[in-house]
């Protein structure tokens, strides 16, 4: 009787009772949590006390000039474009790869509420070549925004969308030709590539009735021309390591250096930049894209603050800056 009564409880259709991120009804961060009730409500009336985010120094249009560009996608090179936030199109062997756009006005379910941008998108969905995959990495609307993906299916019906488990039911409405959902250390071969998905440190919720009810991840992508490391959202944890052990080494990554403040709150789930410091060091330094910063004001540093603890982060490390220097939004690195 008590085991059927579980079973009935148990609303998480992938529990797998061996792995320690999965539960009964839904999924968890294996690392132990500080959170106390309250946390939210007690950052959000610190946040409007103080008057936080401040505007960059140089105000927001001077910071539009000095980190936006309109991306250019001329050539046939292969190569990966940062186009905000944690917004990535890579070109591959002629192949087109776009990770978690968010090309919308804002960050949310609604149009009139919610983070709005304070940079423009580099590029619109129409102006993208042919899509080959779409890979997402949570459902979090500044990963995952419904506009966006509405419009790529109607471009790009033909393109094979990878996530993690528990989205695969929510891209059923869009008729892409072909969704796969995978579990930490899952794989999946596509021709020449193979895509791994990797642990990360975060959380999931589109509504009040779905927390942690779909798994996050970050990506590796295996190529003949690139290994790729996207952390996706995450915290720091020592877990994360064990990515560059496993799929290592990698020539490229794209790490996270925004929405951390204040810390106390921030910590569980976003990385600091000294934090992703130490995680590029432990991956091995390979040439990095410092992302998650620079688009939504979604933690109380100002937006221009990232790059500038970034650059403070690698000279306190010894660390040269050029391997893990920021880029403009929109900008291209050219892979060998």
């Not at 509420?113 to 619109?124: E, H, I, Q, V």
């Not at 020592?238 to 290592?248: K, N, S, T, V, W």
């Not at 790490?255 to 976003?270: D, K, T, V």
């Not at 221009?304 to 391997?323: N, S, T």
Request: net charge positive; with cysteine.
């Amino acid at each position: 009787m008590k085991r059927a009564v579980n079973r009935a409880r148990a609303v998480n259709r992938y529990y797998d009772a061996g792995k320690a991120h999965h539960t009964p009804q839904g999924f968890r961060n294996p690392e132990p949590s500080q959170r106390r009730e309250g946390d939210l409500r007690r950052w959000q009336d610190e946040r409007k006390r103080l008057g936080l985010p401040s505007p960059p120094q140089a105000g927001y249009r001077r910071f539009v000039e000095q980190w936006w560009q309109p991306a250019d996608l001329g050539g046939a090179h292969d190569g990966v474009w940062w186009l905000g936030h944690a917004a990535l199109l890579l070109r591959l062997s002629g192949r087109y790869i776009l990770i978690d756009p968010a090309l919308s006005q804002r960050a949310s379910p609604l149009s009139f509420y919610g983070p709005k941008r304070k940079t423009p998108p580099p590029l619109s969905v129409e102006q993208l070549p042919a899509l080959d995959m779409l890979l997402i990495s949570h459902n979090h609307y500044d990963h995952l925004d419904r506009r966006t993906v509405r419009q790529l299916a109607q471009r790009f019906p033909q393109a094979t969308v990878v996530v993690p488990l528990g989205l695969k039911r929510w891209f059923r409405r869009y008729r892409f030709a072909r969704v796969e959902e995978l579990d930490w250390w899952d794989s999946l071969t596509l021709g020449d590539m193979t895509l791994h998905a990797v642990p990360a440190r975060h959380w999931s919720m589109r509504s009040l009735w779905d927390r942690n009810r779909s798994l996050w991840c970050g990506w590796v992508i295996h190529h003949p021309a690139l290994r790729f490391y996207f952390s996706g959202d995450s915290g720091y944890s020592e877990r994360l390591a064990e990515i560059g052990q496993r799929l290592g080494p990698f020539n490229l990554a794209a790490l996270p250096i925004g929405a951390y403040a204040p810390r106390w709150f921030m910590q569980e789930q976003h990385m600091d930049p000294q934090q992703s410091v130490t995680l590029y060091q432990q991956l091995g330094a390979p040439r990095a894209i410092p992302m998650h910063w620079g688009v939504f004001e979604l933690a109380d540093e100002s937006l221009d603050e990232p790059p500038e603890q970034l650059r403070q982060a690698l000279q306190a490390a010894g660390v040269e800056p050029d391997g893990f220097r920021p880029i403009k939004i929109g900008a291209q690195i050219a892979l060998p």
